[in-house]
């Protein structure tokens, strides 16, 4: 009953559910690995300590900036440079922009660093100076920022001295001297007190956000691929089983015997004439006067 699986179009099919199977398996097998990933990452950030309370090591130590390495206190020496205004930054649901300074260090490499926060929009409200002459800055490290980052205009079109991303593939061109791939906030923002202290982000990835509940639910979708698959499979040879058996039993005709069958009668049979007309019919003529009475009734 079963030795349809052994033609060729079912080979295809069963080639294409080992192949298919495997693969919805492997795929959400790699998507729960990214959601526990995610989890794992969102606890080892829950479980270090504030900020605050680690030792500020030098910039260059802590570089590149990684998971274990974002958010700990940086320290640097150098003058302050160029200033930006990082515009659409929101504060305690309050909008306004960031204040950014980049700080020469003996290397000649700069640093961004962003002094505070301010309310308002840039060029209508009040910058306080950045100090001078040579000042040792400690902040927390941040990775650059990219364009999926929250509150990062991507858009271009700024005026003049306003940057849409802390970054350093933004400032690169701006400036005619190297910059960190990193960025430090200052958490003292002096004495004027007209600067709000920016907190630093946890690292993109290690928060469960959006993505790593969607990350879940494509586990459940590949899943349910492959029991999909696997349902129709079995359906399918069911089908054709089932049809298999009635064609033996004889409850169905079999369509290539009838179409033997239609091409053994010939062309006579179509047109009604010969013995696959009908056996034993009567093909004398009628006579008119009495329909019932054929010519030559004796």
Known sequence: MYRFLLTPRWWGINLFVVLA??????????????????????????????????????????????????GRPATATGRYA????????????????????????????????????????????????????????????????????????????????????????????????????????????????????VPAAAPQGTGLDLKAFQNLGYTGEWFVFAGFVLFMWFRLVRREAEAARDLKLGLVADADTGAAAGQDAGPDAAAGVGPAAGVGADTRPVDPADPDVSVGTV
């Not at 199977?21 to 097998?29: A, D, E, K, S, Y």
Request: glycine share 12%; aromatic share 6%; hydrophobic share 40%.
């Open 21 to 70: 199977i495997p693969f919805c398996v492997f795929m959400g097998t790699w998507q729960l690995g990214r959601f526990e990933d995610r989890v794992q990452t969102h606890d080892a950030a829950e479980k270090q300590p504030a900020p605050g309370t680690r030792a500020a090591k030098p910039i260059d130590d802590l570089l590149p900036v990684d998971t274990v390495t974002s």
């Open 82 to 197: 160029d200033q930006f205004l990082v515009p659409g930054r929101e504060l305690d649901d309050k909008s306004g922009f960031y204040v950014l300074n980049l700080l020469r260090t003996d290397s000649g490499k700069a640093l961004p660093v962003v002094r505070g926060w301010l309310p308002g929009e840039p060029g209508h409200t009040a910058v306080p100076a950045a100090p001078t002459g040579k000042v040792t800055v400690t902040g927390d490290l941040q990775a650059s920022e990219n364009a999926g980052t929250a509150g990062v205009d991507a858009a271009g079109g700024l005026p003049h001295g306003q940057i849409g991303m802390v970054s350093a593939a933004s400032l690169v061109n701006l400036v005619p001297y190297d910059v960190y791939d990193a960025w430090v906030t200052l958490q003292d923002t002096g004495a004027t007190g007209a600067l709000r202290p």
